[in-house]
């Protein structure tokens, strides 16, 4: 038979399937967004300790183990409904994910791997960049290199953030979904930089 | 009609009867059995007070002749019958066995693509039928010192075991016909049993509580395996930032060490037969234990004698330590911290015994370790505690464990390359779902191939499964939309399902390995170890469904009798009532395990949607319930 392979067409992270019938392993619809799970107001800036009490609050109460004596129906919602808040927690606390999300909320799909921002500045300064964590490993210092790489794709990721903020609250999503763009290129450069600071830490 | 009891989540309805669970620590080396009494853990003994148990069980013409010390006294006369380490070939392949080299001497059956399977005076073994044997002995243990039958067992692995590895464990667990509450990961055992949680309770009720989170460090080098777990500690909530380690390195690759140094000096090459395999290794084993204490050992192997200094083991074993301490580096990076920033460190494992082993993660850490606990112990006390809470005896509002997936789980696209849907590190359990589409015009089936690591390229990954997806209306390349979803359970165990939506045809499996056995094999197995206490089994079985069932009439009673007004039409609840009528009355009339547990399916199916509201309802009414003020203080 002919070996059909996967193709990876679409890379929506979210398990929000809006059709049809209940399945088994859908998460527990709820009539909430992620924001509502956890009570605070649908909004960019998100306070990180009072996300992190809520969140374990929710698993004290909904974690699997607290069903360990309970029927296979209860424990399998319990799975589904811990499953739920530990996404909608690692989608709120990682700012790539929360603006993603916030765009989502207003059907815009910004969760694509790769947007191509219009941006011709920035893309040739990405490109240097890449050239740059590239060389690191020759550098006379590549610690050293690896850091002042990184620092500077730190500031310019909390501009990106700024600037995204700034947009999404004035309503232009068109801008913001850019921002979002670049913010995917800074978070990716800034686990490629750690990425190779662990193998050159293991040499 | 008995008085209803409202039962609450997370609280047994039956509060009042005492339930008997353990906490197994299933090791390379030796293994150990724990339980709560009076609120402390403790390990229970054998008739000869013994606590460990060795991981091995020798094997005779008849089949299993004996487990533990015994089996291990057979070590050296019947090396190939006498099965040790066999958790190094959990959830393993042949291919992966070779790369161990001459360190298990067994000799394994021709690849079948599954699990190695040992050849014996028995026949095959597989180490899944190894395990079971020494997790039944355990709960034998277990069972004579509480007098009746166990309820259920918390067993650990390795933080870092992979699917195929936890099932393997799973599964020899229910060969043993024991109950799994959860498998815990060995570092978090660890750490609930330094009780870190209560000590954290002290610092808060002082004059000044300078910080609520704590961040914990746990080593962790059995006979066979390494884990590092860097876990947050607030609120009595263990939350594990990062884990990471090695399935395939531990103190045992010490005493490989050192015998292949002994095997050079006494000039032996390195073709040796599996007796004096055994020679070198128990002779590396006690120079390595007697250089505990003293500088240098004497040592006496056929005419030659020779001395090994500590210096000189050192040299040896470093190398194997660094590795230990890289991947202890990299695990504080994916949790995004630095040494400065840990509070404790806990050494866990016979093998960090070896004095070197604490000095270099004393280095490392920049601050002594804590091993006050006894390492070998440590794990299976902490596994106790949480049995006493699983099972229902001890209310867990104070403690909570979160743990992780320690390896990513993807799937294979074109060209070979694996795309990662589930990332290691993220908390368990989870959900993941991904979308895909055909790239033939027409194409009528997917082939999913599901992987576990963090290569790029699928050869090089773990193949946990494959399946298809078929009947796949013919659609132009592209139009066709498969979600796949990946679940991830509190055990770390993975189901997978495939649905194509504009059609609406889904393919489910759960995730049996590859590697491991087949449901089928279970069954057969657990038939040929019980063939002659097969009417104990039947007995046994029936006695659990029975169990259930009373448990989920008076469940699904409470919770009508709570929540039916407010969530069922008439309609439903009159099906729900007569559902519960048929599974009472099935319950009373049937001597068939299997038909009762039909009837329980039924009524768990009849009953889902309204568990459903009610857990929905339950969120809406926790969130509501809590001002934002109230959450802070916690």
Same mark, same amino acid.
């Given at each position: ?95 790539? !994910? ?106 | ?17 005492? !339930?008997?669970?353990?906490?197994? *620590? ?125 309820? /259920? ?23 043993? /016909? ?117 500088? =240098? ?5 056929? *005419? ?9 083991? =050192? ?7 660094? !590795? ?130 963090? $290569? ?13 997806? $078929? ?20 055990? /770390? ?122 857990? *929905? ?18």
């Amino acid at each position: 038979m002919l070996k059909m392979n996967v193709v990876a067409a679409k890379a929506s992270t979210f398990n929000r399937s809006g059709a049809g019938t209940r399945q088994v392993d859908d998460p527990v619809k709820l009539s909430s967004d992620f924001f509502e799970i956890f009570s605070i107001p649908v909004a960019w800036q998100v306070e990180r300790s009072h996300l992190d009490a809520m969140y374990r609050k929710l698993q004290q109460e909904f974690h699997p183990d607290r069903y360990a004596s309970k029927g296979a129906v209860e424990k399998r919602l319990a799975v589904q409904t811990a499953s739920l808040i530990n996404q909608a927690y690692d989608t709120l606390k990682s700012p790539l !994910k929360r603006a993603q999300y916030l765009l989502e909320l207003k059907q815009i799909d910004a969760s694509q791997d790769s947007h191509i921002t219009s941006d011709g500045a920035f893309l040739m300064q990405q490109i240097e960049l890449r050239e740059a964590l590239s060389e690191a490993p020759d550098a006379a210092d590549p610690f050293a290199a690896l850091d002042g790489l990184r620092s500077g794709v730190e500031s310019a990721y909390s501009q990106q953030q700024m600037d995204f903020q700034a947009e999404y609250q004035c309503d232009n999503y068109d801008d913001a979904l850019n921002s979002v763009a670049k913010m995917q290129f800074s978070a990716k450069l800034l686990y490629e930089i750690e990425q190779l600071e662990a193998d050159l830490e293991d040499q | 009609m008995a008085l209803l009891q409202i039962s609450e989540p997370g609280h047994s309805p039956q509060p009042h009867q005492r !339930k008997h669970a353990v906490g197994i *620590d299933l090791g390379t080396t030796n293994s150990l059995v724990a339980t709560v009494r009076s609120g402390m853990a403790e390990v229970l003994t054998d008739e000869q007070g013994r606590e460990l148990l060795p991981s091995v069980a020798h094997y005779t013409a008849d089949g299993v002749s004996c487990v533990g010390y015994e089996a291990a006294e057979h070590n050296v006369s019947d090396p190939l019958n006498t099965l040790a380490s066999v958790k190094r070939l959990m959830g393993r392949g042949l291919a992966d066995v070779k790369t161990f080299g001459d360190q298990l001497p067994y000799e394994f059956a021709a690849d079948d693509g599954g699990m190695p399977k040992i050849k014996t005076v028995a026949g095959l073994v597989s180490p899944i039928q190894v395990s079971a044997e020494i997790l039944r002995k355990l709960a034998g243990r277990a069972e004579i010192s509480f007098g009746s039958m166990l309820d /259920g067992a918390v067993i650990t692995v390795p933080a870092y075991f992979d699917d195929a590895q936890r099932q393997a464990t799973k599964d020899a667990a229910t060969l043993a /016909g024991i109950k799994v509450l959860r498998l815990l990961n060995e570092p978090t055992a660890a750490a609930i049993a330094y009780g870190l949680d209560q000590a954290e309770a002290e610092v808060q009720d002082g004059a000044e509580a300078t910080s609520q989170e704590r961040v914990i460090a746990i080593y962790d080098l059995g006979g066979g395996t390494f884990d590092i777990s860097i876990l947050r500690l607030s609120k009595g909530v263990f939350e594990v930032l990062a884990t990471g380690g090695d399935s395939a390195l531990g103190g045992d690759d010490f005493d490989h060490a050192i015998a292949n140094w002994l095997r050079v000096q006494v000039g032996m090459d390195e073709d040796l037969n599996p007796i004096e395999q055994r020679i070198l290794l128990e002779t590396a084993k006690s120079a390595k234990e007697e250089l505990t204490d003293s500088e =240098h050992v004497e040592l006496e192997i056929l *005419d030659w004698k020779g001395t090994l200094t500590r210096t000189l083991m =050192h040299s040896l074993i470093d190398g194997l330590i660094d !590795k230990t301490l890289r991947a202890c580096k990299r695990s504080l990076r994916d949790a995004g911290l630095e040494t400065l920033d840990i509070s404790n460190v806990i050494l866990v494992g016979g093998s960090t015994r070896t004095p070197r082993v604490g000095e270099k993660v004393a280095e490392l850490f920049g601050r002594q370790p804590l091993c006050s606990l006894d390492p070998d112990k440590v794990v299976a006390m902490g596994a106790a505690l949480q049995a006493e809470v699983l099972v229902g005896n001890k209310s867990g509002d104070d403690m909570l464990l979160l743990d992780v997936i320690p390896l990513s789980l993807g799937i294979e696209t074109m060209g070979g390359l694996i795309e990662k849907i589930i990332h290691r590190n993220t908390t368990i359990p989870v959900a993941k779902a991904q979308e895909f589409t055909t790239f033939k015009d027409g194409q009528t089936a997917m082939a999913i191939h599901i992987l576990q690591g963090e $290569r790029e390229l699928a050869s090089d990954c773990r193949s946990l499964s494959r399946f298809e997806l $078929r009947g796949i209306p013919p659609m132009v390349a592209g139009a066709a939309k498969i979600r796949v979803a990946y679940q991830v359970d509190a055990d /770390g165990l993975l189901s997978v399902s495939a649905r194509e939506l504009t059609s609406n045809v889904e393919a489910r499996i759960e995730v049996r390995p590859s590697y491991g056995i087949g449901e089928e094999e279970i069954t057969s197995m657990l038939q040929d170890s019980f063939s002659h206490a097969r009417d104990d089994m039947q007995a046994r079985a029936l006695r659990e469904q029975q169990v259930e069932a009373d448990r989920m009439i008076e469940d699904l009673l409470a919770a009508i009798y709570k929540d039916g007004d407010a969530l069922l039409s008439d309609d439903e609840r009159r099906c729900l009532k007569v559902a519960i009528q048929e599974l009472r009355e099935v319950r009373e009339s049937t001597i068939e395990h299997r038909v009762l547990a039909r009837q329980i399916e039924s009524v768990a199916k009849a009953s889902e949607e309204f568990a459903a509201r009610r857990m *929905d309802a339950s969120i809406k009414s926790a969130l509501a319930g809590h001002s934002l003020d109230e959450i802070d203080k916690g």
